[in-house]
């Protein structure tokens, strides 16, 4: 199983869609926050693939949650955008919440810098920022052999 994993899309709603069509045989596309607009625009438009989101420090009057718990492909998905969390001054509350979850993979936005890294049985990405010039999003793969993550670049 593929997923989509985009934040901080801020208004770019060419950027979401490029993602999620380039893209093709991804099942789910996770967006974690600083976009809910073009969150709901673009899941009307690929109504084959499952959308999950959060709200961002810049979504006002969303109905999304802060964070979320997911099961795909029997893997336990904590996804956050991380202002709650304050990640741009450390990822230790961030961490704590997605262990205290049972979660295998921990995805979080908010400081528009791309990363993956594994931390003692922790899969933990943001895939930096999708709207603007140096525009990134993550995927990734749930695999029987494991779990693969990956950062692609729109340009």
């Not at 985009?6 to 099942?27: C, F, M, N, P, Y």
């Not at 969303?62 to 991380?82: D, E, K, M, Q, R």
Request: aromatic share 12%; with cysteine; hydrophobic share 40%.
């Amino acid at each position: 199983m593929r997923i989509v994993v985009v934040s901080d899309t801020h208004g770019d709603i060419w950027a979401l869609r490029e993602a999620v069509s380039r893209q093709k045989h991804a099942e789910a596309v996770i967006h974690l926050g600083d976009g809910a607009d073009e969150l709901e625009t673009v899941q009307r438009e690929f109504p084959e693939k499952a959308f999950f989101g959060v709200r961002g420090n810049n979504d006002w009057s969303c109905p999304l949650p802060y964070s979320n718990v997911i099961s795909l492909a029997g893997n336990t998905i904590f996804y956050t955008h991380g202002h709650y969390y304050h990640v741009k001054y450390g990822l230790y509350d961030f961490l704590s919440a997605a262990r205290g979850n049972g979660a295998q993979i921990a995805l979080y936005g908010h400081t528009h810098e791309p990363m993956t890294d594994y931390q003692d049985g922790l899969y933990v990405m943001n895939p930096g920022a999708l709207g603007g010039a140096r525009g990134s999003y993550g995927i990734i793969d749930l695999t029987p052999a494991g779990i693969v993550t990956n950062i692609i670049f729109l340009f």
